[in-house]
């Protein structure tokens, strides 16, 4: 499997995890979205990944849940969306890598989707009547 598709699936089943986090009992976001994550993760770990890729991804997924915890007004969402184009042009090197004209629009929509729900998340635990 190529880089490009296994990038692919491992957004797609990280999108649908944090969905399942984000709004819980729905089982299908979270179970499809492993599976993908999982397999897509296998693939680019076989097509031995750098370490600065990996020290970006690692950031991005801290800044992420950091956006999930706290109120930052987007910033977080905006920089750990940077982070994340970044380490996965990054990831692996070489003519078999993952191309930046798939990995920046495809990490700009998750970005823009998990900060979506961190908000939607944050505003119904703020509105939730005890």
Same mark, same amino acid.
């Given at each position: 499997?190529? *880089?490009?598709?296994?990038?692919?699936?491992?957004?797609?089943?990280?999108?649908?995890?944090?969905?399942?986090?984000?709004?819980?009992?729905?089982?299908? *976001?979270?179970?499809?979205?492993?599976?993908?994550?999982?397999?897509?993760?296998?693939?680019?770990?076989?097509?031995? *990944?750098? =370490?600065?890729?990996?020290?970006?991804?690692?950031?991005?997924?801290?800044?992420?849940?950091?956006?999930?915890?706290?109120?930052?007004?987007?910033?977080?969402?905006?920089?750990?969306?940077?982070?994340? =184009?970044?380490?996965?042009?990054?990831?692996?090197?070489?003519?078999?890598?993952?191309?930046?004209?798939?990995?920046?629009?495809?990490?700009?929509?998750?970005?823009?989707?998990?900060?979506?729900?961190?908000?939607?998340?944050?505003?119904?635990?703020?509105?939730?009547?005890?």
């Amino acid at each position: 499997m190529s *880089p490009n598709v296994a990038f692919c699936l491992v957004m797609l089943g990280v999108l649908g995890i944090y969905s399942e986090f984000i709004w819980p009992g729905r089982v299908l *976001p979270g179970i499809g979205g492993a599976a993908a994550a999982v397999t897509g993760a296998h693939f680019l770990w076989r097509a031995t *990944p750098t =370490a600065l890729g990996l020290e970006l991804l690692a950031a991005a997924g801290t800044i992420f849940v950091l956006d999930a915890l706290a109120d930052t007004c987007f910033a977080a969402g905006v920089v750990a969306t940077t982070a994340l =184009a970044f380490g996965f042009v990054k990831l692996i090197v070489g003519g078999h890598g993952i191309r930046p004209v798939l990995a920046v629009p495809w990490c700009l929509m998750f970005g823009a989707a998990t900060t979506w729900l961190n908000w939607a998340g944050r505003r119904a635990r703020r509105n939730k009547q005890f």
